[in-house]
């Protein structure tokens, strides 16, 4: 089955508040800021990234539908976005040097989804601001059990900027 990846449309906006909502989450920002991942017309699941620093971005929202979970798009989406971030990011640049960073907040059990996609849980205080104090005031941080949690990569190649397709 063929899937793309790609920005958010206005179209886009009521479906991913939905499958966010359902994760306890929502949008992160404009619909058009956040990547979809969708099979034709269906909308599976999406995500926001944001650059924080020139060799570091930040996964700040990430869902996929329930009925799509377990079937593997939810690895294939953050891949992609693991894999070259600054072409999912509004106004994203290229890494500067050889390597970058990606972190995110896991809640839950999604923890163990990022591990398994090459994240190690770091501490709150390694993620840029504002995102390294974002669970100290939530009042549902110990039901949450947030996780920060923090991946690297190398540039495989020289890395050229481009929006996605």
Avoid at 107 to 129: I, V
Wanted: charged fraction near 15%.
């Amino acid at each position: 089955m063929s899937y793309t990846i790609g920005f958010a449309g206005p179209e886009d906006e009521t479906g991913l508040q939905e499958i966010f909502q359902a994760s306890e989450m929502d949008l992160a920002g404009e619909i058009q800021e956040h990547i979809v991942i969708k099979q034709g017309d269906r909308l599976i699941g999406g995500g926001m990234l944001t650059q924080t620093a020139p060799d570091s971005y930040h996964l700040i929202v990430f869902a996929i539908s329930g009925a799509e979970r377990t079937r593997g798009l939810g690895r294939l989406l953050l891949q992609q976005l693991l894999e070259r971030p600054w072409d999912y990011c509004c106004a994203g640049s290229v890494p500067c040097g050889n390597s970058y960073c990606i972190t995110t907040v896991a809640k839950g059990t999604s923890a163990g989804f990022y591990a398994k996609n090459g994240f190690l849980p770091c501490t709150f205080s390694d993620l840029y601001p504002p995102f390294h104090d974002q669970c100290q005031v939530c009042p549902d941080q110990h039901d949450c059990k947030p996780v920060a949690m923090q991946c690297s990569r190398e540039l495989s190649q020289p890395a050229q900027a481009g929006a996605p397709a």
